[in-house]
């Protein structure tokens, strides 16, 4: 685990308050553009601010210590509706666009802090925005961005697939294409099991790609980088590696879609199996899916794994058993009888 790779929460604090700092710069420019060129403007928010006072007195003030309205102006208080849309249409009677000084912020929901506010008005849940920034630093880094240049439907080809086969490849690969165009049309996962180079991954990938261009959250993650991660930092035991961790956590529990690709090469021990069966527990409860791929066999997968876990996953996944020689080997031979 390389320390950089569990900085990825503070950068993006850091980004948020740079983006901050360049809205307020900006927003100011604008007020003071706008205060230049557009005088109603001006005019209409210093007597929006004398009204609020002077009902903010009238509200203070002892019945006998009422005074009468200190201008003539009318002054009456408006509701922010009519305040809005009053500041708007002076903005488009000026030729400017009607959110010029409100819109300066990427995200209108957040204003550009990556949080909500609660109840409370504290800003603590995180915003989409925040956890879309996350689903792309953490694909990013587990190399999905580059993958899916090459790993998509488009690049597929069905010529290195024969017989039984193919049989098996075009029955994964039918059900593939159905889920990837309707995601959210009834619940499902996929395991997928069966020699190295069979194109298991190559097929989540696929359907990656056609989830990302829907505006989904995937997240993708080989078994041994991913508890890796959620180990290290458990071990070290630092409040901001757990902070990360727990970010990772969140992101693989509730991403639209998960994939979790070679279980089997992570370590195995206790840690590694409570953790996975949470994960595959929690997102079947959740109904969020998932695709895992393995090259274990099912008799592996029981054995090493619990009863438990073998049951959850063979009764809520749909299992696609993989057949054939190692594509990669044949293409790379390929290339090299080309060569020649
Ligand atoms: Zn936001």
């Not at 503070?10 to 005088?39: G, H, S």
């Amino acid at each position: 685990m390389t320390k950089n790779s569990d900085r990825i929460l503070d950068d993006i604090r850091r980004d948020y308050d740079r983006l901050q700092l360049e809205n307020r710069t900006r927003l100011e420019e604008r007020k003071q553009e706008i205060f230049e060129k557009v005088p109603a403007y001006k005019t209409l928010l210093q007597n929006t601010r004398r009204a609020e006072l002077s009902a903010l007195y009238q509200k203070l003030a002892m019945p006998g210590e009422m005074q009468e309205g200190g201008s003539d102006d009318e002054e009456t208080l408006m509701d922010q509706e009519s305040l809005r849309r009053k500041k708007e249409s002076l903005l488009v009677e000026a030729g400017y666009p009607a959110d010029y000084l409100s819109g300066v912020w990427q995200c209108r929901d957040c204003e550009d802090t990556g949080y909500l506010r609660d109840a409370y008005g504290a800003r603590s849940i995180r915003c989409k925005c925040f956890t879309k920034r996350l689903t792309e630093r953490l694909s990013e880094e587990s190399g999905l961005s580059e993958l899916l240049k090459t790993e998509n439907f488009d690049h597929l080809s069905l010529e290195y697939y024969q017989g039984e086969d193919l049989e098996n490849f075009s029955r994964a690969l039918d059900l593939c294409r159905k889920f990837a165009a309707n995601p959210k049309d009834g619940y499902k996962n996929f395991f997928f099991y069966g020699n190295i180079g069979t194109g298991k991954s190559f097929l989540s990938c696929c359907v990656a790609k056609e989830l990302l261009d829907k505006g989904l959250e995937v997240v993708y993650y080989s078994a041994g980088r991913l508890f890796d991660r959620l180990a290290a930092a458990k071990n070290a035991g630092r409040s901001d590696q757990e902070e990360d961790a727990g970010a990772v956590r969140s992101m693989i529990y509730d991403c639209d879609l998960l994939i979790l690709d070679d279980l089997g090469t992570e370590w195995f021990n206790n840690f590694v199996f409570s953790e996975l069966f949470s994960l595959i527990n929690e997102r079947i409860l959740k109904e969020k899916p998932t695709i895992i791929s393995t090259n274990l066999s099912l008799t592996d997968l029981k054995r090493i794994y619990s009863e438990r876990l073998f049951s959850r996953i063979t009764s809520n996944y749909l299992i696609c058993k993989f057949t054939g020689s190692d594509i990669r080997r044949e293409k790379a031979r390929q290339r090299q009888e080309d060569q020649n």
